[in-house]
């Protein structure tokens, strides 16, 4: 299990390099503080919970991550080097970030499943689409499906399968199963659960006791700084 505070790896006695690391995060927003001193080491293939009060500034840490904003003050890096000197679209192909809301656009699913091989210059891979598709127990004709038609589980799992299509580095999700029913989270679920199976590393945001209960460390944020830390055995 890799622990997203540890420096030392504690069976080898060797320093761990961090796939990303916040040293001393602040933000605000005019005289408002919203984040107060952010420490955060995060290990590649961690499966960290940030969790805490509404408003105590978790989808703030999300999108510092994901470079959405930038802090007001303090460091970040990813993969060893100042997260921000990287050209902001190489970055956010790598750290992605998913919404609660899930926003799509043009008019059908394929528009949004051929998005990342168009921005990349790459010929449409219809195998890999299917294969996504199927993951979230939808069929390959929903390509043709106009997006208004959807309902919201399906969107969320539209809009996941878009970020996965090039597989990221760090998948970073919002409460990205609020709202959904039972069977759609449990969709969600395998779809991360089988991104963490090929070496991803994911950063949650939920207020999802049954997901806390099953995240193996958990980074608790109350009031803009971090409260606590609490490892999952």
């Given at each position: 299990m890799?622990?997203?505070?540890?420096?030392?790896?504690?069976?080898?006695?060797?320093?761990?390099t961090?796939?990303?690391?916040?040293?001393?995060?602040?933000?605000?927003?005019?005289?408002?503080?919203?984040l107060?001193?952010?420490?955060?080491?995060?290990?590649?293939?961690?499966?960290?919970?940030?969790?805490?009060?509404?408003?105590?500034g978790?989808?703030?840490?999300?999108?510092?991550?994901?470079?959405?904003?930038?802090?007001?003050?303090?460091q970040?890096?990813?993969?060893?080097?100042?997260?921000?000197?990287?050209?902001?679209?190489?970055?956010?192909?790598r750290?992605?970030?998913?919404?609660?809301?899930?926003t799509l656009?043009?008019?059908?699913?394929a528009?949004?499943?051929?998005?990342?091989?168009?921005?990349?210059?790459?010929?449409?891979?219809?195998?890999?689409?299917?294969?996504?598709?199927?993951?979230?127990?939808?069929?390959?004709?929903?390509?043709?499906?106009?997006?208004?038609?959807?309902?919201?589980?399906e969107?969320q799992?539209?809009?996941?399968?878009?970020?996965l299509?090039?597989?990221?580095?760090?998948?970073?999700?919002?409460?990205v199963?609020?709202g959904?029913?039972?069977?759609?989270?449990?969709?969600?679920?395998?779809?991360?659960?089988?991104?963490?199976?090929?070496?991803?590393?994911?950063?949650w945001?939920?207020?999802?006791?049954?997901?806390?209960?099953?995240?193996?460390?958990?980074?608790e944020?109350?009031?803009?700084?971090?409260?606590?830390?609490?490892?999952?055995a």
């Amino acid at each position: 299990m890799f622990y997203a505070y540890f420096i030392i790896n504690e069976e080898s006695g060797e320093t761990m390099t961090a796939l990303l690391t916040m040293t001393d995060i602040d933000y605000r927003v005019g005289e408002r503080q919203i984040l107060t001193k952010i420490n955060l080491r995060l290990e590649k293939e961690s499966n960290l919970m940030v969790v805490g009060p509404s408003g105590s500034g978790k989808s703030t840490i999300l999108q510092i991550m994901a470079r959405m904003i930038s802090p007001s003050a303090g460091q970040m890096t990813f993969d060893g080097h100042d997260a921000f000197t990287y050209d902001p679209m190489v970055y956010r192909r790598r750290v992605s970030y998913c919404f609660q809301q899930p926003t799509l656009f043009g008019k059908t699913v394929a528009d949004n499943l051929n998005f990342p091989f168009e921005i990349r210059n790459q010929e449409i891979d219809k195998g890999r689409q299917h294969e996504l598709l199927d993951q979230v127990n939808l069929s390959p004709d929903y390509l043709n499906h106009d997006i208004t038609g959807l309902s919201g589980g399906e969107r969320q799992r539209v809009a996941l399968i878009r970020n996965l299509i090039f597989v990221p580095d760090i998948l970073l999700l919002d409460e990205v199963t609020t709202g959904l029913d039972t069977d759609n989270k449990g969709i969600v679920h395998g779809l991360v659960d089988h991104y963490r199976d090929r070496g991803g590393t994911v950063v949650w945001i939920t207020h999802d006791e049954s997901e806390i209960a099953a995240a193996d460390d958990l980074y608790e944020v109350v009031a803009g700084k971090h409260s606590q830390e609490v490892h999952h055995a």
